[in-house]
């Protein structure tokens, strides 16, 4: 049996494993977690999600909801298992994320053509087919293997994660449930409401609050989606009013107005006994983060069980580096999938290591390497981070990388309609294409 090593069990790399495998490939998947962590991993189970819960919009007019669409239509096991853990998030798909990753854990350790080492891998082999699925959370010694490898210095980019509380330690007297516009379910947020003055007060505080300080030779290159709460306030006073603390389409029903501002909570399980401080990433110390957000009034007794981080993601210059295909240039039998090729998002790092997997496995039974039609989401995403003029910054998927129909539509919501249903339809048929093969 033809074989294929696997670098990395998170989202991409478990994703990529199974593609592989269910093409009859053998699959030698190498994870260091346990005996090695990460600064924000806490288990050593495969597909752990470290920031958020959710995997983003399912609306097919957003670019994360066509883009887990196109997904489905290639079989993806992420995706599939995912809505099988889902937990009430209004539009949002986000799960129960410790039954989530238990599950593909078993999964893939099951599978008859997966071998799992549990061993850091320190270089990459250059005579074998490999996957380099490491994350952004890329160790040290692999890390600067993979700069010699790639031959360019690469940048990088801080994520910071949002902080966890009891659901039995907030005060929902103090705000009331709904989701923004009324869509979704009536119970998937809680917003926690804050007057003209008790914003004052928290906003002055987190400007006043000490930070984890950063290194010397580390520069802070922040991700638009995923700021911290304290940059976002450094930019003025109102800016976390249009930000994660805006109240629009937000109306209290005990008063039948919009608040002055709100903190949304959102289930971060099933049983709804857990709730994330939803667009709270931040870098703040421990002692700090309660202080602070125990100003918030919701969230005056609030029992933290997991408290914000913030830590280095590393991601390739895949534009210089990377055909269409996910292959090196240089070393057409090394692909690159997930965070660390310059997507963003949980949905995005499953989509490349889908595709990752997929042209892994046509390489050894010696088939053309595909990129799917760029009228999917998925194609559009590729291209961009694999063809990119300049500098490449991470990329979430978004409707604007789609290219634009060829008729004229006024209406921002039909223009998305249709052109997610044309990349539906491109998709079916790229799938139809491959399977012939």
Known sequence: MRKVIVIGAGLAGSECAWQLANRGIEVHLYEMRPYQMTPAHRTGNFAELVCSNTFGSMELTSGAGLLKEELLILDSLIIKTAKEFYVPAGTALAVDREKFSQRITEILT????????YEEVRKVPRDEVVVIASGPLTSPALAEDIKELVGYEYLYFYDAISPIVEADSVDFSKGFWGSRYNKGGA?????????EEEYRIFYEELLKAEKVPLKDFEKAVYFEGCMPIETLAERGYKTLLFGPMKPVGLIDPRTG?????VVQL???NREGTLLSLVGFQTRMTYSEQKRVFRLIPCLRNAVFVKLGSMHRNTFIQSNRILTPFLNMRKYPNIFFAGQI???EGYTASVGTGLMAGINAARLVKGLDLVVPPEETMLGSLIRYITSKQGTLQPMAPVMGLLPPLDQKVKSKEEKKRLLAERAIRAMKAFKEEILKE
């Open 110 to 117: 099951h599978h008859p053509n997966i071998k799992v080492f």
């Open 187 to 195: 119970e998937d947020y809680f917003n926690c409401t804050l007057t």
């Open 257 to 261: 107005k919009e608040p002055f501002a």
């Open 266 to 268: 959102r289930r971060e």
């Open 341 to 343: 090729t310059g997507v």
